[in-house]
DNA sequence: CACGCTTATATTTTT
DNA sequence: TATAAGCGTG
């Protein structure tokens, strides 16, 4: 029996039965176990597993709660259960409902870089690039929508806010904003707040709704916390009707690992759940499994000075001798040194790699430690930051399938037809008015139907420069060759692709075979896919999230070192964890000093980074910095403790390393300064 | 009009 | 450290 294992306050909310639940559940308390617990005990209670609704983080946060969850039944039922995040439910629910939102089933997924390139090329009409004044670069743009729409705040309180030198464009921005918004609808295309967007419109229409409702008889939330406003207004939405019976709705998470606040998630969801949700049951797991005690002692005591409402005291009956370490260092070359050192001293104490995390604010600050690492011959896998989908040239390999998939998607095709040699973005834009991509404005009837712009491409010669006629050849053949999927499936498609771009990129680009090499990546990626169509969506709601994804795991054995941002070790944890740049504008970073609430979430993050640790706890701080970020003092500057450690209660709970001494042989060995003295040498003798 | 060059600029976290 | 705008050349 599953529920055996469980503590008290698990094992109530693992059974409990009806009507809204708020689990508040502390770092390491067992969350994963006890949602799985829950959805293994639906299932026994008869709750067929496709009525069951588990929203996730992540999809591999999904996968690992409903392998578990078959384990405790027994019985391979869970994978019916509709498991993912927001945004890929959303995905599957719009293309089997949407159409009477006016959504066909195929409409293609942009994600937030695709949506900043449709921005520029609105910007660009608009002439809104070469005016006096800058106006906010395409990312920028892409921001501020995506921060009001999930915040479901006003523009200008937005500006006013979060982009105070936007403000003054406001006009402009809510013209491209506009633009942006019909753009989307005649390409048939939606972007990661469409899905959420559309899914509440859809749970929110009268007649809808009742049917959308009826679908689930559980939904389950996990890391509520990091849900924003619009998430929240969707569950509301999923129940019959105003003021109907108690929804069965199960929301699990802890305010104090609230660290989303970028993608406007707001704690203020799980601190209002119970008033928004009438009569519901609150049950609170402080009992921690994770963590030896000295290292919950400091994870408590960072945590202590911020304001949260679901107050929370952790224990443990994991005892342990060791506190927790932290190190000064000289600089970020030491730093590097050091991790390295400690690491390998764990390994040889029976620690593997793979027990073991490298953690860090941002995706760069792991760049000279992964030089380190190299040199050193030690394996890793870096999560977070990978770029895999923004690389330029795997942006050409997806807008080639794109255009397959959608011909009226407007930005693939102005990438697309860029590619031949002799085509700059003019005559793009030229061809797309030939090929009439740009529908007749979006009063034309919808359904009407309208030569695809792919045949026209494909079967009817087009005018372009003499220079571009052979490559616009090559590639008319390759989309072609692509077209008919029963003949070639996806993987198929991406290696006949490669072959059209590996003169393309040899032209191009610097390391054209690397960029090469990537394709295969992407077509190893395809596989597994007999529809492009669901290759490109899934690729773009959940991308590779790891260098290993990719890769694949080196080599099934093998051990190796996991590297990841603060925010991708999210839900995870490791017998030993080493949280390097623990410094003040690293941590907080520097970028998030503006206002009390963003210094508050830098706070949490360190405490999540700190409760990821099992067994040993290592923090390193650099004294000095030799690349100011934005430096116009002098190059070299001194940092400060993050502040968030720097208090005497925080240290006391550390033991304190002061920074080891250089090993004079040590750093000149590595410099090549041996050559110098065998030079001098050379002078003196004789 | 494309393309290669130079110079300015802005740098977090992620579905 | 990348990328994007700006400029000159073919």
């Known amino acids: ?61 999904a996968r ?34 949407g159409a009477p939102l006016g959504l066909r089933p195929d409409f293609t997924v942009l994600d937030q870089a695709d949506g900043a390139d449709v921005m520029n090329l609105i910007r660009q009409e608009l002439g809104l690039s070469a005016r006096e004044r800058r106006f906010p670069r395409k990312e920028t743009l892409a921001a501020i929508y995506s921060r009001t729409v999930n915040a479901g705040e006003r523009l200008g309180d937005v500006l006013d806010r979060h982009y105070p030198w936007c403000r003054d464009e406001a006009e402009r921005i809510r013209d491209v904003f506009q633009a942006y918004t019909v753009r989307k609808r005649d390409q048939n295309v939606l972007d990661y707040d469409d899905l959420l967007l559309f899914w509440k419109a859809l749970a929110w229409a009268p007649d809808i709704r009742v049917r959308l409702a009826g679908l689930f008889d559980h939904v389950l939330v996990d890391e509520y916390q990091d849900t924003n406003a619009l998430q929240a207004d969707i569950l509301e939405g999923m129940r019959p009707l105003e003021g109907s019976a108690p929804r069965n709705l199960t929301v699990v998470g802890d305010d104090a690992q609230s660290i989303y606040g970028s993608r406007a998630a707001t704690v203020r969801n799980i601190l209002e759940f119970p008033e928004r949700f009438p009569e519901t049951t609150v049950i609170t797991l402080e009992q921690n499994y994770r963590s030896t005690s000295p290292i919950l002692e400091a994870s408590n005591a960072v ?61 760069h600050h792991s760049d000279l430690l992964e030089v380190e690492l190299t040199r050193r011959n030690v394996p890793f896998v870096k999560y977070g930051g990978l770029k895999f989908l923004e690389a330029a040239h795997v942006k050409d390999a997806l807008a080639l399938l794109r255009i397959l998939e959608n011909p009226w998607d407007e930005v ?27 529908r007749a404005e979006s009063a034309a009837a919808p359904d009407t139907e309208v030569r695809s712009p792919l045949t026209s491409f494909l079967s009817e010669p087009v005018a372009v420069p003499h220079a571009a006629v052979e490559g616009v050849q090559a590639l008319r053949a390759a989309l072609g060759d692509c077209l008919d999927e029963e003949a070639l499936p996806p993987a198929g498609q991406i290696d006949r692709l490669r072959a059209f771009l590996g003169p393309v990129f040899a032209r191009r680009y610097e390391a054209a075979a690397a960029r090469l090499r990537d394709l295969e990546q992407l077509e190893a990626l395809a596989t597994s896919y007999e529809r492009r169509g669901r290759f490109i969506a899934e690729l773009t709601l959940d991308p590779p999230s790891s260098t290993g994804d990719l890769a694949g795991p080196p080599l099934l054995d093998e051990d190796w070192l996991v590297l990841s941002t ?83 209660e925080v240290r006391a709970c550390f033991e304190q390393i002061a920074p080891p001494t250089e090993d004079p042989g040590d750093v000149l060995d590595v410099t090549g300064s041996a050559s110098v003295d065998a030079f001098l040498a050379g002078l003196w003798s004789d």
């Open 1 to 61: 029996m599953f529920e055996d294992s469980l503590n008290g306050p698990q094992r109530a909310a693992a059974m409990f039965g009806d009507g809204p639940l708020l689990v508040v559940a502390g770092a390491g308390t067992g969350k994963t176990t006890t949602l799985a617990a829950r959805v293994a005990s639906l299932l026994e209670r008869g709750i067929p597993a496709e009525r069951i609704l588990l929203l996730t983080f992540s999809r591999r946060a």
């Open 64 to 97: 690992e709660m409903l392998s578990r969850a078959e384990r405790m039944t027994g019985v391979g039922e869970a994978g019916r259960v509709w498991g993912g995040t927001f945004h890929a439910v959303a995905n599957r629910l719009l293309r089997l409902a």
């Open 303 to 363: 945590i202590a000075r911020s304001r949260l409402r679901h107050r929370k005291t952790l224990w443990t009956d994991r005892a342990g001798r060791r506190r927790p370490t932290l190190r000064t260092c000289l600089d970020e070359a030491q730093q590097c040194r050091t991790v390295c050192d400690a690491v390998l001293e764990h390994r040889e104490q029976g620690v593997p790699l793979r027990a073991q995390a490298v953690l860090f604010r941002a995706a």
């Open 412 to 438: 693939s095709w102005f990438r697309a037809l860029q590619l031949p040699d002799g085509i700059g973005p003019a005559t793009a834009r030229r061809l797309m008015d030939d090929l009439a991509v740009r």
């Open 566 to 648: 603060i925010h991708s070790a999210k839900g995870l944890e490791w017998d030993a964890v080493h949280l390097i740049h623990a410094a003040d504008g690293m941590i907080p970073s520097d970028m998030a000093t503006g206002d009390e609430d963003e210094i508050e979430e830098e706070r949490r993050l360190v405490y999540v980074a700190l409760t990821r640790a099992r067994d040993a706890l290592h923090v390193y701080f650099p004294m000095r910095y030799y690349r100011r970020p934005r430096g116009l003092e002098d190059p070299h500057s001194y940092a400060q403790l993050s502040r968030f450690l720097d208090a005497d």
